[in-house]
Every structure is written in structure tokens, then in C-alpha cells.
């Protein structure tokens, strides 16, 4: 897979993402707590070749920690920029990475948000949420969240902001979760008129809690229970390549306003997906297709029990195609040729 010629060699991208998993392990993306510091506003520096250098531009990425928070966070350092990590919890840092420095915050504190921004040149919304417990709901966190982060970008003079929808996002849409993805877009875009979308699809990588779990249902079960007919259809994006999209459109010089989705190179039909991943595990369970009405009922149960393996969202996401839509930009618009689900897979299936 070409990522261009302007990635790091392997070995220091092994060298930072090693530093990056020391300092910020895994943890709840929702950044929570006081405010621990600042840093000096760096000094904009621009270059030839259309591209801005990186070299002193602070970015606060939100979500930081998560599954694609931490990849966007590499990427980022990869390409030169200093990373601002705001999550729950922050941990010391362990590595010997000068630019990399994690901050307390609160998506849902103005204050907080305030301290983390200030003087930087991007910030990034990564935060994500799944299952609404609480006051943690799908409106609080995407739209709500969003739009006061957004706000605090414009008015710290923040240049650049990315913020982390979902493919197939629609602020009319029935679904709670999918709608709260669109409005959250839409406030946003009206904070932040020049905010970068970018809309991942299902995302997979070694750490994952999607080929991970299927592999590990489709080696236990003989069995398999399908959603509906299996005829939904999935477009699997590396979430490698998702991060680099990421850090290549903070670097661009081109005005922002753009929405990229990001899907990978083939379209499944989920029995396609699922007889995919069998096969590299080599494996052949019976797929049975399960009525949309059962797994309703189940995911709705599954509200009620921390920790369910299904949930409304994921059921009524699975009703709906989530591929590119025709016209909108994606990889190639960034120069990125996305890596295909059976290598990842492959190198997976080793390593298990």
C-alpha cells in the first residue's frame, strides 16, 4: 500500500507508536477532568509545494486514546506535529517524546476546552460514543459536545479543525444515533464553517472490536446468527489509513470545508464479509439469517445489560449500506490508496 513518500520510515513510526501506546493506552474516549496545564502558542511556518511544515504547530486531538484517536495521534507525529492528547484521565508520559504531552479536559466544559485549544494551530474530535448511559447521550455527545468544541476552536483562533462523523450520517434519519451524527456535522459546520468532516467507515486494525469478535464468534460458533439476510452492504476501512487522512488533511494549504468519507478498496455483502473472515480462519459455520425484528428486540434488551454484544444502534446501522456515497471525496483525494481488509485479516489470523 503506497501512503506517499512523505511517511516517516518504518522504524520511527514504530519507535512513535510504541511512545504513543506507553503514554495513552486504550481508555474511554470522552475527555473528562480539570484542566493540567498549557503550552506556548507555536509560531505559524509555512513552506513550499503547497503543504504548511509542521514543525511547531500544536494540535489537540480529543478522543486521543481510543481506537482511532491513538492512530490519529501517530500519524500526526509521524508528520511532525506537536500533540496535544485531552483525555479523562491523563497519564504521565512515559516516553521520551518531547512533542507528545497529554492535558485533562472535558468535552462538556467550555473551561476546560478553553485550556486545551489554546494556542494551537488544529484541533481534532475524535470523542465517540456507542451506548447512551446517563447524561452520556448520543445528543450531548456528538452534537451538543461538538458544537462547543467547535465554538472554542474559532474563537482561540484555531486554524484547522477535523471533526470524526460516521459513514452514512443523515441529521433526518430514524435512528438516534445515525441522526445525531448529521446534526452533530451540521452544528459544527455552523460553529466552524471551514471544519473538515471525515467520515470513517467500519473501521478495522489489530486492536479492533470488529474482525477481533468476528473472528473470535466465527471460530466458536457453528452456528452463526446473520443480521437479516446478510445482503447489507459494508465498505471496511483501515484505520491506519483513516489516521493518515486525518493528519494529511491538517496539512494541506487547500481552505478547509471539505467531507471525505473514507471507505476501503472492496464492498462486501455482510454474508460476503463474514464468509471472508471464515475462510482466512478456516473455519465454515452454518450463517443463518436472523430476522431485523429479533435483533431489535434483542438490542433493545441489551440497553439494559452493561457490557451487551448488542446494542440498537449497531442493529439499526446494520439495516443500512455504509459505503462511499457517489462524488464525495475520499482516499484518493489525499493521495492515499487504502489498504484491503485480507491483508490486515491475514496478518491478524498469524498473530492469533
Request: hydrophobic share 40%.
Amino acid at each position: 500500500m503506497s501512503r506517499g513518500a512523505e511517511t516517516s520510515d518504518a522504524g520511527r513510526e514504530k519507535r512513535l507508536d510504541q511512545a504513543i501506546e506507553m503514554t495513552f493506552p486504550a481508555s474511554d474516549p470522552i475527555a473528562v477532568g480539570p484542566p493540567t496545564g498549557t503550552q506556548a502558542p507555536p509560531q505559524p511556518v509555512s513552506t513550499p509545494h503547497g503543504e504548511v511544515r509542521a514543525g511547531a504547530r500544536v494540535v489537540t486531538v480529543f478522543g486521543g486514546t481510543g481506537f482511532l484517536g491513538r492512530r490519529i495521534v501517530g500519524h500526526l507525529r509521524a508528520r511532525g506535529f506537536t500533540v496535544r492528547v485531552a483525555s479523562r484521565h491523563p497519564k504521565p508520559q512515559k516516553g521520551d517524546d518531547p512533542q507528545l504531552s497529554s492535558i485533562a479536559a472535558d468535552i462538556h466544559d467550555a473551561s476546560s476546552i478553553d485550556v486545551a485549544v489554546a494556542g494551537g494551530f488544529g484541533v481534532v474530535n475524535a470523542v465517540s460514543l456507542y451506548v447512551e448511559r446517563g447524561s452520556e447521550t448520543f445528543q450531548a455527545v456528538h452534537v451538543a459536545a461538538a458544537e462547543r468544541l467547535a465554538n472554542a476552536a474559532r474563537k482561540a483562533g484555531v486554524e484547522r479543525l477535523v471533526q470524526i462523523s460516521g459513514i452514512g450520517a443523515d441529521a433526518k434519519s430514524a435512528s438516534p444515533y445515525i441522526r445525531a451524527r448529521g446534526q452533530g456535522e451540521e452544528a459544527v459546520r455552523a460553529a466552524f464553517p471551514q471544519a473538515s468532516i471525515v467520515r470513517p467507515a467500519v473501521m478495522f486494525g489489530r486492536d479492533d472490536a470488529f474482525l477481533n469478535t468476528l473472528i473470535k464468534l466465527l471460530r466458536r460458533l457453528p452456528v452463526y446468527p446473520m443480521f437479516g439476510s446478510g445482503g447489507t452492504r459494508l465498505q471496511p476501512a483501515d484505520v491506519e489509513d483513516v489516521g493518515e487522512a486525518v493528519a494529511r488533511l491538517l496539512q494541506r494549504t487547500e481552505p478547509g470545508g471539505v467531507t471525505v468519507e473514507c471507505c476501503g478498496p472492496r464492498i462486501y455483502s455482510y454474508e460476503e464479509l463474514l464468509r471472508t473472515i471464515a475462510g482466512g480462519a478456516n473455519v465454515r459455520p452454518i450463517l443463518m439469517p436472523v430476522p431485523f425484528a429479533v435483533w431489535h428486540a434483542l438490542g433493545w434488551a441489551g440497553e439494559f445489560v452493561p457490557g451487551a454484544p448488542v446494542t440498537r444502534n449497531q442493529v439499526e446501522l446494520m439495516e443500512i449500506d455504509t459505503v462511499a456515497s457517489p462524488g464525495k471525496p475520499g482516499f484518493a483525494a489525499l493521495g492515499i490508496e487504502p489498504q484491503p481488509m485480507e491483508e490486515v485479516l491475514e496478518r491478524m489470523l498469524r498473530a492469533s
